[in-house]
């Protein structure tokens, strides 16, 4: 059926007109269309193989609450296929100790490099994390609760770089990716001298260099590192204290470029690794005023301290570091309790605190388990933490090595990003490079490891303000993501590999936008828009029950929430939220049941905003039985909008006049009271699944669509 139709003031009449057939009565007003292109594939998946969520570490004692087989069950109602296991430790500058059972670098002392067992024994229930007590970066991406060794004011410890990024690992010299040392102040200072107390081994050669730009931690704005008038210095050991420039120069950031190692270990070391890299006990930044040295950081052992950035920390550490504040299910429970549904689990390997051996160590412990395993991320979040691409390259193939040696079938990828928009940039490079992904894709196919490079990951928290109207949000959240992806293969990411969101949701800091409905439609969109973008693969983050709370960057608004889809309320009793309907929408109606291949098509909307953004979104799938499958946004907060389903099929445009099952989710189902942090944070009311309808045939696919609302519309097979 042809449809022929006008647009008059944003709503659509027309006729069907088919030959030789009486001419029916006007089809009814819509506010817009959507086209579906039936003749084009954009990406092909097999059903919820593709649509997975991530677990992580709880707090101390929450592992037993969380894995409960009734929780489990609830869990798993959501629909979601894989599962991909997060690492916390990672994030919090720790050692992961996956296994309790194992042995040190020195056994007798208890302490040295971690390498876990491979023998399995009993299921350990959980495991833990070490802090390192070498340890370079103030902050980190987990509790950040720690704090840098270089400015502690304890003459005792020391910061040390990682052995494993030593030219005795790497092959490679030490000066073409050196370490470094930043210190980031909260305005700038008059500085012209450093003073070190150097650790054991110490650096022969350096230079100091301050930053050009604005914000040295997220360099978008053109900066770069320029040398000090005094840049480079022979470092002698000991005490030392040198001039960088004739008089004082107001620098905010400054950086150490440590270039050449003393290659020398502590009296009675036995260890290669203790004499590989950097280490400094104590690092004083300042001004000479008269004769004597004026020192502008504050040594503290806490957050308070001068802000420390370190290209990369020793995971050297101790029995006595265990942190028992949060906890990682072990692998046992994972997969017994039934939540992997028998597909293979992603597993982690950590690249910037782990060790090769004991990476090489957790493939043995799997496969003795017959757990399927086929995929491994290695790292999480290296650019959050300041890495340089490089140097995570480098232990990224390590790593990679180590654990192929055990399972050449085995798939690698990274490196796990975290959110940063625009961009994921690093500090320019020699040749001016700024892309992370260019810089780390150069690194391997420099060295002809691309072969090692079997999938490309990324998180998805794309907004920071939890305040905000997420109006705005919503609009704009196709093109933030299509725009991101197209960087990166610009950037030199072949279009070939993979990609992977290891973890999505609206925010990466909580916020009651997440347990409202704008936040069940951002994760429900990611997912589609993703397979819609050709994404292999997404997991959504916040599969566990978990109970609101705030953060500092919702306490302007007073904004309690957080990313899951089911909540603990009074005593750890749970209840479905918004994203636990929206993912059942996505992995349970939208999508076919099993793994059977869909196929998706592109799909437009004409119904915009002011600012020419969809406000109406749809993704469009040819399901295995042979069924269309639509997945309807209204981004809308205030309106209802009809629209109607048209296909693009030779050329031709028609009414998708079909019979459809409708199951929609608004605020007649669904909205959230909020008590601002007191009893249980808030609670939803109403609370109701998605509700189910019918088009019949010759409604010529006219939808009605709530405001803020999902639907999805399926044809009959």
Known sequence: MALAGLVTTGVIFGVVVVPGVAEPGPLPAVDGTIQIDLGTAVNEFPGTRALGAGVDGLEEGEIDKVWTPSNVQAMKAAGFGPISYRLRTELGVKAWHWNPRGTWSDPAAGQGYWVSSDEPREDYKASQGYRLPRRGNTIDQAKNDGYSRLTDGDPTTFWKSNPYLDSHFTGEA?????????????????????????????????????????????????????????????????????????????????????????????????????????????????????????????????????????????????????????????????????????????????????????????????????YPVERVEIGEEPDGQLAQPEHYGSLYLQMARAMKEVDPNLEFGGPGYQTTLPEWVHWPDANGERSWTGRFVSYLRDRNAMEDFDFFSFEWYPFDDVCADPSAPLAEHPKLLADLLARQEKAGLPPDIPKVITEYGYSSFAGQVEVELPGAMINAETAAMFLALGGETSYYYGLEPNWVFQEKEGKKCNSWGNLMMLQFYDEWRIRPLAAFQAARLVNEYWVQDGDGLHTVHAATSDIHNSKGEPLVTAYALRRPDGSLGVLLFNKDPDRTLKVRLMQKTDGAHEVIDEQLRLDQYSAEQYDWHSTQGKGNGGHPEPNEPPAPSVISTGEAATITLPPHSISVAVTQP
Not at 175 to 203: C, E, V, Y
Not at 289 to 315: A, I, K
């Open 174 to 370: 030490d000066d073409l990716n050196p370490q470094w040392i930043m210190a980031a102040f909260p305005h700038a200072f008059p500085i012209d001298t450093l003073k070190f107390d150097w650790g054991t081994p110490f650096a022969t050669g350096f230079k100091v260099q301050y930053w050009s730009g604005k914000d040295a931690h997220f360099p978008v704005d053109g900066g770069k590192w320029i040398d000090f008038p005094q840049s480079s210095h022979q470092g002698t050991g000991g005490t030392q204290t040198v001039r960088i420039a004739p008089k004082p120069m107001d620098v905010q950031y400054l950086r150490v470029v440590l270039t050449k190692d003393s290659n020398t270990a502590p009296a009675g070391s036995t260890d290669v690794r203790d004499k590989l890299g950097f280490a400094v006990r104590e690092l004083s930044i300042g001004q000479t005023v008269g004769g004597r040295f004026d020192d502008h950081v504050s040594h503290l052992p806490s957050q308070e301290q001068t802000e420390m950035w370190t290209s990369s920390t020793d995971p050297w550490h101790r029995a006595s570091d265990i942190d028992k504040h949060y906890e990682h299910a072990s692998f046992e429970r994972l997969f017994e309790s039934g939540i992997t549904n028998g597909q293979p689990m992603m597993v982690p390997a950590p690249a910037l605190y782990g060790v090769p051996e004991d990476t090489a160590a957790l493939v043995r412990y799997l496969k003795k388990r017959g």
